[in-house]
């Protein structure tokens, strides 16, 4: 006798089959296994993060309605992702994805002004004849507040962000700018602001839209002399999403039309988002009645983030794609890329590709030589943080003990040969290294490269110390 679980998900199979090709039953459904059901929530296995996103993209509707038919209106889907441990003989473990919900990211259509009669088209989103027209807020679901990992860097602009989510246009921080360098996560976090919002409330119209899109739809507009609608469509929005605003510099219309609607926007309490690479102050070729009101709400600056902080975001990445990394590899693209999130996370996507088509074990040999190719600029040069850790895993000492003021021998010796390192693999100033080891300063790493090199020649322990840990840092 099977269990219930498994007649109910039967069920829905022989509804799914009725509905798709067969092909695509034999692809997508034939590997799935029910694995339990417990409050009306059937958890099925999948064979991988793929082919959970695959589902969700293409096949979310109909098993939402299958799920809903077989266990009644409060009936949900659960998903069981097995996690590939990359070790040989460890054990496979799974993680547990709700169904996602992202046609809730839909808007409803809104109602335009028309004049049938004009074969122009009446702005950017419209088809001529349709009074009705449909707003795609060209959020991304991936990009919700779950994927965003906070840390030290990000806190206070993920903090208003969230709090924008939650009560959109009610709170002081209208207009909303997030700005940071490249990479750091900005427009991330513009999409969880949207999303949150839609989620929450279901009827506001949300749009994101980038600079130099609205820049290039406000063109077409003037050239079929449409602008007062292209102005119209956008005062309509409940919240106005405005990615890299800094594109608009030198734009004198582009900023005018801009303003109406930035101005239009506020007065009725409708949310305004906008992120830049640089704070208002520093953004050139804009003016100054625009950049008043940049300042109304609030600035909120995404720094470089911190080591703990990008081992996080490596982690949730890494489960992200159902594969467990051993700790030094996660630690080694952490410490070696340190100021692009973007760029770090495209390593560990190569590197999970190079493992995965090649059958590779993924150990930290592939990550050095996958770094050396994917990011060359920045991950030639080793950073002081990584040269620090692999000395006191080398010599067993905390990293803490390194930048201490102790003047035990051991201790003093490794942070030498730190400084020596850190002078020969980096490009790093005297200044800055001795500031990494515990606010020495430029003569006392001076001194500590003479040692270390003065030591190498007289004694062989010693030089073999240095030998084994160049092997170690160096990026073949």
Same mark, same amino acid.
């Given at each position: 006798?099977?269990?219930?679980?498994?007649?109910?998900?039967?069920?829905?199979?022989?509804?799914?089959?009725?509905?798709?090709?067969?092909?695509?039953?034999?692809?997508?459904?034939?590997?799935?296994s029910?694995?339990?059901?417990?409050?009306?929530?059937?958890?099925?296995?999948?064979?991988?993060?793929?082919?959970y996103?695959?589902?969700?993209?293409?096949?979310?509707?109909?098993?939402?309605?299958?799920?809903?038919?077989?266990?009644?209106?409060?009936?949900?889907?659960?998903?069981?992702?097995?996690?590939?441990k990359?070790?040989?003989?460890?054990?496979?473990y799974?993680?547990?994805?709700?169904?996602?919900?992202?046609?809730?990211?839909?808007?409803?259509?809104?109602?335009?002004?028309?004049?049938?009669?004009?074969?122009?088209?009446?702005?950017?989103?419209?088809?001529?004849?349709?009074?009705?027209?449909?707003?795609?807020?060209?959020?991304?679901?991936?990009?919700?507040?779950?994927?965003?990992?906070?840390?030290?860097?990000?806190?206070?602009?993920?903090?208003?962000?969230?709090a924008?989510?939650?009560?959109?246009?009610?709170?002081?921080?209208?207009?909303?700018?997030?700005?940071?360098?490249v990479?750091?996560?900005?427009?991330?976090?513009?999409?969880?602001?949207?999303?949150?919002?839609?989620?929450?409330?279901?009827?506001?119209?949300?749009?994101?839209?980038?600079?130099?899109?609205?820049?290039?739809?406000?063109?077409d507009?003037i050239?079929?002399?449409?602008?007062?609608?292209?102005?119209?469509?956008?005062?309509?929005?409940?919240?106005?999403i405005?990615?890299?605003?800094?594109?608009?510099?030198?734009?004198?219309?582009?900023?005018?039309?801009?303003?109406?609607?930035?101005?239009?926007?506020?007065?009725?309490?409708?949310?305004?988002?906008?992120?830049?690479?640089?704070?208002?102050?520093?953004?050139?070729?804009?003016?100054?009645?625009?950049?008043?009101?940049?300042?109304?709400?609030?600035?909120?600056?995404?720094?470089?983030?911190?080591?703990?902080?990008?081992?996080?975001?490596?982690?949730?990445?890494?489960?992200?794609?159902?594969i467990?990394?051993?700790?030094?590899?996660?630690?080694?693209?952490?410490?070696?890329?340190?100021?692009?999130? $973007?760029?770090?996370?495209?390593?560990?996507?190569?590197?999970?590709?190079?493992?995965?088509l090649?059958?590779?074990?993924?150990?930290?040999?592939?990550?050095?030589?996958?770094?050396?190719?994917?990011?060359?600029?920045?991950?030639?040069?080793?950073?002081?943080?990584?040269?620090?850790?692999?000395?006191?895993?080398?010599?067993?000492?905390?990293?803490?003990?390194?930048?201490s003021k102790? $003047?035990?021998?051991?201790?003093?010796?490794? $942070?030498?040969?730190?400084?020596?390192?850190?002078?020969?693999?980096?490009k790093?100033?005297?200044?800055?290294?001795?500031?990494?080891?515990?606010?020495?300063?430029?003569?006392?790493v001076?001194?500590?490269?003479?040692?270390?090199?003065?030591?190498?020649?007289?004694?062989?322990?010693?030089?073999?110390?240095?030998?084994?840990?160049?092997k170690?840092?160096?990026i073949?």
């Amino acid at each position: 006798m099977s269990a219930l679980h498994e007649e109910k998900w039967e069920a829905c199979l022989k509804v799914i089959k009725d509905n798709i090709s067969i092909q695509a039953f034999k692809t997508w459904f034939s590997p799935i296994s029910p694995i339990k059901l417990e409050d009306s929530v059937l958890t099925i296995q999948v064979p991988s993060h793929f082919f959970y996103e695959w589902l969700e993209e293409h096949y979310i509707s109909l098993l939402k309605k299958v799920i809903k038919k077989e266990l009644g209106p409060n009936g949900r889907l659960e998903y069981s992702i097995i996690m590939e441990k990359n070790q040989t003989n460890s054990t496979p473990y799974t993680v547990k994805l709700p169904a996602s919900n992202k046609s809730s990211l839909h808007n409803s259509p809104v109602t335009m002004p028309l004049n049938a009669s004009e074969k122009q088209i009446k702005n950017p989103f419209i088809i001529p004849g349709l009074k009705k027209v449909n707003v795609d807020s060209n959020l991304n679901p991936s990009y919700s507040f779950e994927n965003f990992v906070e840390g030290d860097c990000n806190r206070l602009a993920r903090s208003a962000g969230y709090a924008v989510a939650k009560k959109p246009g009610g709170t002081a921080f209208n207009p909303l700018l997030i700005y940071g360098g490249v990479g750091l996560g900005k427009t991330h976090l513009a999409h969880s602001i949207g999303i949150g919002i839609k989620n929450q409330f279901p009827n506001k119209t949300v749009l994101y839209v980038s600079s130099e899109k609205f820049a290039h739809q406000f063109i077409d507009a003037i050239k079929n002399q449409t602008t007062n609608d292209f102005i119209h469509f956008y005062q309509m929005m409940d919240v106005l999403i405005i990615d890299d605003v800094q594109f608009f510099s030198g734009k004198e219309k582009t900023q005018d039309v801009f303003f109406h609607i930035f101005n239009h926007l506020h007065q009725n309490g409708k949310q305004i988002i906008l992120t830049s690479d640089k704070a208002p102050v520093e953004m050139q070729g804009m003016e100054q009645r625009l950049l008043s009101r940049f300042k109304w709400g609030l600035s909120a600056d995404l720094q470089a983030p911190d080591l703990e902080t990008r081992i996080a975001i490596l982690e949730n990445k890494m489960y992200g794609n159902g594969i467990d990394l051993p700790r030094e590899v996660v630690e080694y693209l952490a410490y070696s890329i340190n100021t692009n999130i $973007r760029e770090m996370e495209g390593a560990l996507t190569s590197l999970l590709a190079q493992a995965s088509l090649n059958k590779k074990a993924i150990t930290l040999e592939l990550a050095k030589q996958m770094i050396d190719k994917f990011v060359k600029n920045t991950a030639r040069e080793v950073s002081i943080e990584y040269i620090q850790k692999v000395v006191c895993d080398y010599f067993d000492l905390p990293i803490e003990l390194l930048k201490s003021k102790t $003047r035990k021998r051991e201790v003093v010796q490794a $942070r030498q040969i730190a400084m020596f390192f850190s002078k020969k693999m980096t490009k790093s100033s005297l200044a800055n290294i001795g500031a990494h080891c515990g606010g020495k300063d430029h003569a006392t790493v001076l001194h500590a490269c003479r040692t270390v090199n003065n030591l190498s020649e007289t004694d062989k322990q010693f030089k073999s110390y240095l030998d084994d840990l160049e092997k170690k840092l160096s990026i073949q």
